[in-house]
């Protein structure tokens, strides 16, 4: 599996895994990571599917394909007690292998993510991303979504453009199956509150994928939690506060070392 499976490593030390969104891959972690320290032992793959990675191989898979995709993943690095961060997407893989997996990991981060599953409004929503997929193709897609999950799009048009150009390789029926798993996924809200591991948070004050108040509400749920919030940030605060966002998981990180 590891053949099949892009990996950027960075540092020594305890591991931490770092797991990109929807539509995006490994690099937006580039900024960041070397800023939290050389400390940790960092491990970016590109999800099955994304960036330069093999897809799952299955016409349809859940969330818990994925789920035991890291597990097996994990085993294969000879990872012991990862820490694991989830951005998007990622951190709904992360939720699901906490489920499947609880022993596993020794503290997780929620990194523009959420545990409840999708409203209904969201799920026809989602519908209509993959029939217009289907329609007009993946880079038309992302042309328009991956503009509005940064709240300074001016600022960071250099950013978008890269991650439409790479977003745009990512075959359609694989975004296509990337969105059924999302719109399917239940809710992990009490396997968050059954955690007693330590939970990290980051919030984006304007996000719209994961709205910053029904974000804020899973903070409690959490037993042992630590919370930052972007000011300036929607759904990309690695990219749009990243020293903000490295100087909380470089504390959160030495924290539980």
Not at 67 to 88: K, Q, T
């Amino acid at each position: 599996m590891n053949s099949e499976i892009s990996i950027t490593r960075f540092g020594k030390g305890k591991p931490v895994i770092l797991l990109h969104g929807f539509g995006f891959n490994k690099s937006i972690w580039e900024e960041i990571v070397p800023e939290i320290g050389n400390n940790f032992n960092f491990i970016m793959p590109d999800l099955p599917g994304s960036g330069n990675s093999k897809p799952l191989l299955k016409k349809e898979f859940t969330l818990n394909d994925y789920a035991v995709w890291l597990n097996d993943f994990i085993n294969n690095e000879n990872l012991e007690r990862p820490v694991i961060i989830g951005h998007s997407m990622g951190g709904y893989i992360m939720m699901a292998f906490e489920k499947m997996f609880p022993e596993i990991s020794s503290a997780i981060v929620l990194f523009h993510s959420s545990t409840y599953a999708d409203s209904d409004e969201k799920k026809e929503a989602r519908k209509k991303s993959i029939e217009f997929v289907k329609k007009y193709g993946t880079q038309t897609f992302l042309s328009n979504s991956i503009p509005g999950l940064f709240y300074d799009k001016e600022k960071h048009k250099d950013d978008i453009n890269k991650y439409i150009k790479q977003a745009a390789e990512i075959p359609a029926d694989i975004i296509n199956q990337y969105y059924v798993a999302m719109m399917e996924r239940p809710d992990t809200s009490e396997v968050l509150k059954n955690i007693s591991k330590p939970v990290g948070f980051i919030l984006g004050k304007h996000d719209e994928a994961v709205p910053y108040e029904t974000a804020l509400k899973q903070v409690h749920l959490a037993n042992n939690s630590d919370v930052l919030i972007l000011d300036k940030s929607a759904h990309m605060g690695m990219l749009e506060e990243p020293h903000k966002a490295a100087a909380f998981l470089r504390s959160f990180l030495h924290d539980i070392c």
